[in-house]
Structures are given as C-alpha cells and as structure tokens.
C-alpha cells in the first residue's frame, strides 16, 4: 500500500519534517549534555584547572560530603513543596477562568499572565521591597500593633519559597486551564445529578479527567523550582544554597569538573523525580 506522499508525488515526509527540528536537538541538548558529562569526570587543580582523565571522585565528593547533601535535599524538598502549593492553589483559579462564562474572562487570564512579562530578577527586586526590615510588610505590621520592632523576611527560606511560588504559579495555572476547558461541563451535572458530592464529583470525575494538566504542570512547575536561580540567590541572600547558585559558583571558581558533576545530578534527579511522580499519578488514576 502506498503511502500519502506517493500517492500525490510530493517528496515531503513525515522523516523530512522531524528531521531538522531531532538534528537541532541533537546538536543543542544532547551533545551538551554528554559534554558535560564528560567534563564531569575530570579532575580540578588550582594551578592547571581541568585535568582530563575518568575519576567519579567529583560524585563521590558530592554525595559524601554533608555540606553538599543539605544543598542538594534543600532544593528537592524546596521544590517538592512549591509545586503542591502551586497545584493547590492553582486548581480552583484555573477551574474559575476554565468555566467562567464573564465578559471579563480574557481580563482575567490576562492577569494571571501578566507577571510572566517580568523577569525573575526584576520580580525577585519587588519582593525584597515588601520583606526587607523597612519595607512595606514590616512597617505595616509596627503599625497596626502586631510588631515591636522591623520584621526581617528577608534571606530566610519563606522569602525563598514564596518568590518561588510566586514565579512558577502562573505556569500551573494555565496548563490546568487549558486542560479543564477540554472537559465536558456536562460530565459534572451528571455526577451532581446521580447525587456525587462536590468533593466525590471532583475525586471521580474532574480529577481523573483534568489529570494530563496536573501532570504538566506539576513536572513544568518542579522543573522550574529545581532549577531556581535569580529568586534564591536574591531572596535566600549567601547563606541559603540550592543546586542552581551551587553550579554558578563552582563555575566561577573555574571547577568546571565538580560544577558540571553537581549540573548532571541536578539534571539526573529532576527527570528522574518527574518520570517517577508522573508514573505514580497515573497508576493510582488507573487503580481509582
């Protein structure tokens, strides 16, 4: 049986489209990443810097060493918590904008993305203002009589955790929204009307349906709280470490072999973590 190309005799297939975007990924992503592999299994000397040779002493420095270990379980836990955050929070705004009928509906989503057109840095900035000792929340609380004296949020892990949610939540948003304006609104009236409980509408029907966007987004979210930069260097201030800062300043050290081993760990858990959440998700869906 011939194929659609043949059959019109046009020379384009499906091979001839893939293939420029797999050879950019190629040459983009994966040599990269085997780079940087590479560079991760030489060896650091002040005087010559980069020895090249094939030692795991970088990881096993990094994974025997309890300084390195609390960066490491900080930025897992840091982002674990994000994400559920951003998840709880972001279900019930995206179901309101998925199934708001309002003329102001594009208004809305306009604002849930707006912050997207600020940068980290910049946001990171106005969160600063708001903690520091003279800033807004502080004098506010002197007063109203909640605080005797400034309040100091600032380089503290809160500041980190809520500039993270801050940045990540809008992206939790709209992949929900996305996926649950897919979903038939009659599905829910017939629950409610064979007598589901909300909670039991949700558990059976709305979760289960709107689980491709919590999935999504919780990998796009976790991903992006693993890989933090800009809002823990600026809020967390030096004492607070996580993986991103971590590989910057051994870069800047010029220990390219212990920054590239600390990269790959950071790259190696993040898609382990989200393939093993996904996986999870899904299976407890297929078992409910």
Do not use: H
Not at 215 to 235: D, H, Q, R
Not at 239 to 258: C, D, I, R, S
Not at 265 to 275: F, G
């Amino acid at each position: 049986m011939q194929s659609d190309s043949a059959r019109t005799g046009s020379p384009i297939t499906a091979s001839s489209l893939v293939g420029p975007a797999a050879v950019m990924t190629v040459i983009g992503l994966v040599l990269p990443v085997l780079l940087l592999l590479r560079y991760s299994l030489n060896l650091y000397d002040p005087r010559e810097l980069m020895i090249e040779t094939v030692s795991p002493a970088n990881y096993v420095k990094f994974f025997t060493d309890i300084y390195y270990l609390d960066v490491f379980f900080t930025t897992v836990w840091v982002a674990m918590f994000c994400t559920l955050v951003c998840l709880i929070m972001g279900f019930p705004l995206a179901y309101v904008l998925a199934r708001t009928q309002s003329r102001f509906k594009n208004v809305l989503i306009i604002l849930v993305v707006m912050p997207l057109f600020v940068g980290n840095a910049v946001r990171a900035a106005g969160w600063m203002t708001l903690f520091g000792s003279q800033g807004f929340l502080s004098i506010s609380l002197m007063d109203l009589g909640l605080a005797s004296g400034p309040t100091e949020l600032m380089f503290t892990t809160q500041a980190v955790i809520i500039g993270i949610i801050a940045v990540n939540l809008p992206f939790m948003v709209l992949t929900l929204q996305s996926v649950i304006e897919g979903i038939d609104r009659a599905m829910e009236e017939a629950a409610f009307s064979l007598g589901a409980a909300p909670m039991t509408m949700f558990r059976r029907v709305l979760w289960p349906m709107a689980l491709p966007g919590i999935i999504a987004g919780t990998i796009l979210t976790f991903i992006l709280g693993m890989n933090a930069y800009a809002t823990p260097v600026l809020l967390g201030g030096p004492e607070f470490k996580m993986m991103a800062p971590l590989v910057f300043g051994q870069f800047q050290l010029n220990n390219w072999p212990f920054g590239a081993a600390v990269a790959f760990i950071l790259m190696t858990t993040t898609l382990s973590l989200t393939a093993l959440a996904a996986f999870w998700m899904q299976k407890r869906v297929r078992l409910g």
